[in-house]
């Protein structure tokens, strides 16, 4: 469905992009950011999902900034691979990445963020420091409990796992403490990437309960 770009940051950076468009008018927009394993064949088919639904969809591969082209899938080896991509994460950069994607689809309407893991962090970044979104929701971003003292501009729903050895529910009782008006969400059955179809840990009633959240979050606000 949908198309690979190019796109570019404010700095000049250049980096690649998956658009999918929905059918007919649009009702307006959404940046999808990957998790670590790059904007891959998961990633391009939850941007698909929202392009279905109306939204102009759009992933932008973050991860050109330090290898050009990365995908991977979810074995033992690749997440092993894919972990040396945050160990010093340059998270100013890829959130230039993530305003050069939402200026790319502004036209559609107003515009949503969301993530996954990495992306989940990354979409409560853009809810604190980037203009021109209207609504961030987040899936089990394992960094947001360290920015819990920034408080998001703009409506933001989260979504984690009881089982998640990522991220303790400790974390998650910190977000809630100093950001009340977040709404999140656990699901006690739900390990980390439960939302993912094509992991070990997807657990598919959660995944269809924070999907019916996420959507009807969107609704309201786009």
Request: charged letters at 20%; one cysteine or more.
């Amino acid at each position: 469905m949908g198309t690979h770009l190019k796109l570019t940051a404010s700095d000049g950076h250049t980096f690649d992009a998956y658009r999918a468009d929905p059918t007919g008018t649009p009702k307006g927009g959404i940046v999808v950011i990957q998790e670590i394993f790059g904007v891959n064949h998961h990633i391009r088919s939850v941007t698909d999902r929202f392009a279905a639904l109306g939204l102009v969809a759009i992933a932008p591969a973050l991860f050109d900034r330090i290898e050009p082209g990365f995908e991977s899938g979810y074995s033992p080896d690749e997440i092993q691979g894919a972990m040396k991509f945050v160990s010093n994460p340059p998270i100013q950069e890829w959130l230039m990445d993530i305003a050069a994607a939402r200026e790319a689809i502004a036209d559609a309407g107003k515009i949503a963020v969301t993530g996954f893991c990495l992306g989940g962090t990354l979409a409560y970044g853009a809810a604190v420091n980037l203009p021109g979104f209207s609504v961030a929701i987040g899936y089990y971003g394992g960094m947001i409990a360290r920015m819990a003292e920034q408080a998001p501009k703009i409506p933001t729903m989260l979504h984690f796992g009881e089982l998640d050895a990522h991220i303790p529910m400790s974390d998650v009782d910190i977000i809630k403490s100093k950001q009340p008006a977040v709404e999140i969400y656990t699901y006690a059955n739900a390990d980390h990437g439960f939302q993912c179809d094509e992991r070990g840990s997807f657990q598919p009633e959660a995944a269809q309960i924070a999907w019916g959240r996420t959507l009807r979050f969107l609704d309201s606000h786009i």
